[in-house]
C-alpha cells in the first residue's frame, strides 16, 4: 500500500509541471542569476545594537514539543526563511542552481521567499506512506522521549540582548518527579521505568527533569555541549542561534525514526513575556540529498528496494537548493532540500543530567549489503547491532567539538509562524499509543 502511494504522488508530481508566463521550459539556464531579490526576505532578526543591561544571572532552560510535520494545505508556505537571497516564483523564477531532473516543476518560494521544499514537496510524500507519523512523534515528545531542550545563558532577560550563549540538545526522557540516580530506564507501553520502578511522564507544566542525550555532549560531559553557540543573541524576545552543521536532529522512537542532518542551520526561539514558555521554535537549513538517502533506512526505505528509488526520484524533483551556502550558479546542480520545521510549543524545565539515548533503528540490517545504519554515523563503522537497532553513536562530524560558532544572521523580523495545532493532548492521553521503548537499543523494547 505505501509503495502504491508513493507512486502515485511521483506520477502527480511528474504530471504537475507549472509553466511561467510565455510557456517556458520547466528549467532555463538564464535563470541563474545572483542579483538582488525581489522582495523583503523573511529573514531572523536583526542582531540588536543597543543593549546595556547586564546578564541577569540566571540559567534558563526549556523543553519544546509538538513538532508540525503536516505541512500541507499550504502551511510550508510559512515555515522557516529565506536561504539563497531570492523571492523565486512564476514573478521572478531566478533560482541558484539547475534541479538534478528536468522534469522537475518550477521552484516556488513561500511566503517573502522562505526556502522550504521538504514541506512543499517532501513531506506531502512521506505522509502518504506514514499518515499518522506527526501523531506518532507528537506522543513519543509527550512523553518526553526526543523533546528539543534549550539551555539560555548570559541573558539579561529583557527584549533584546546582543550576545547571549545558547545550548540544543535533545532529551532521552522526562518526568515530574526527581528519581536522583539510575542505572536503566526504559518506556513500555504507558509506564515509565526507571531502575524498574514506575515513574510518571512530564507534567509540562514548568517542573519537570529533563535527561539529556549523552551522545549529545563530547565524552557525555554535560559541560561540553555539542550545539553550543556562545554568540547567539536575543531579538524582540527571539533567540537566535547557529547549528552545528549535520548535527543529528533526531524524530522518532524504537520502531521508526528518522534524523535530520542540516547544513546553514538556524533555530530561532520565541520566548513568551513571561519567560516561562516558549511560543515557537523554527528550524531551517540545508539537507544534502546524500544525506537524506543515507537516512532512509530508519524509514524501512532500503537500498535497491522500489521504495527507495522512488524517494530517491522524489529527491531529484524536490532538490531546490546547494547543500553548501553560496556554492550555486550556473552549471551548478541542486544537491539539497530546503528544510523548515516548527515546534509550537515549550515551557520551563529543569536539567537533570545525561543518560544513553535510543539507538536509531535499522530496517535494512539483514539486506544482502548489510543495508545502512541510518546516518548515526555516516554508515562507516558497521553498525553494532541487536534487535535490528543500531549503535546510539552520533558522528563528530569533523567539526570543532565546542560547536562554538557564529550566529550573525540579517535583518528583517521574524513573521508569525502561528499555524493550526493539532492536538497531541496531555501525557495519559499520548501514552495510549503503547509503543516499547529501552533506553539500551539493543533489546528492540
Known sequence: MRLIWLKSFL???????????????????????????????????????????????????????????????????????DLDGLCTGLDDPRVECRPPSSSAPLEEDGVRGTDNALGR???????????????????????????????????????????????????????????????????????????????????????????????????????????????????????????????????????????????????????????QTVESMTIAGRFSVNDVLSTLGSAGFCPGTEDYQLTERLLELAADIRSVRGSGGEGAMCDAVSVGIIYENGVRARFGGVAEGLGIPNHCAEMPDGGTDGGTDGGTDGGSMDGGMTDSGVADSGAADSGVVDSGVADSGVADAGVSDSGAGDSSAAADAGTTMDSSAADGG
Do not use: H
Request: net charge negative; glycine share 8%.
Open 121 to 275: 514537496s517532501f513531506v506531502p510524500a512521506l505522509l502518504l506512506a506514514y499518515e499518522d507519523l506527526e501523531i506518532e512523534l507528537r506522543a513519543f515528545q509527550t512523553r518526553g522521549v526526543g523533546v528539543t531542550l534549550i539551555q539560555l545563558e548570559d541573558w539579561n532577560g529583557e527584549d533584546d540582548d546582543s550576545q547571549v550563549t545558547a545550548v540544543l540538545s535533545q532529551s532521552v526522557f522526562g518526568t515530574s518527579m526527581d528519581p536522583g540516580e539510575f542505572d536503566e530506564w526504559s518506556i513500555s507501553g504507558s509506564m515509565l521505568r526507571i531502575d524498574g520502578e514506575v515513574w510518571p511522564f512530564p507534567n509540562w507544566d514548568g517542573n519537570d527533569i529533563w535527561w539529556a542525550r549523552d551522545d549529545n555532549f563530547l565524552g557525555a560531559d554535560p559541560t561540553r555541549p555539542r550545539v553550543r553557540d556562545d554568540n547567539a543573541y536575543v531579538s524582540d524576545r527571539t533567540i537566535v542561534m547557529a547549528l552545528q552543521d549535520r548535527f543529528p536532529i533526531i524524530f522518532g522512537g524504537d520502531e521508526r525514526a528518522t534524523q535530520f542532518l542540516l547544513t546553514d542551520a538556524t533555530a530561532t526561539i520565541k520566548i513568551a513575556p513571561d519567560n
Open 11 to 81: 506520477l502527480v508530481a511528474l504530471t504537475s509541471v507549472p509553466l511561467a508566463a510565455g510557456g517556458c521550459k520547466a528549467f532555463d539556464e538564464t535563470l541563474l542569476e545572483t542579483q538582488g531579490p525581489s522582495c523583503d526576505l523573511k529573514l531572523p532578526p536583526e542582531r540588536p545594537t543597543d543593549t546595556a543591561a547586564a546578564d541577569d544571572g540566571e540559567t534558563y532552560f526549556w523543553a519544546l514539543r509538538e513538532l508540525r510535520i503536516d505541512q500541507r494545505e499550504g502551511r510550508w508556505r510559512d515555515i522557516g526563511y
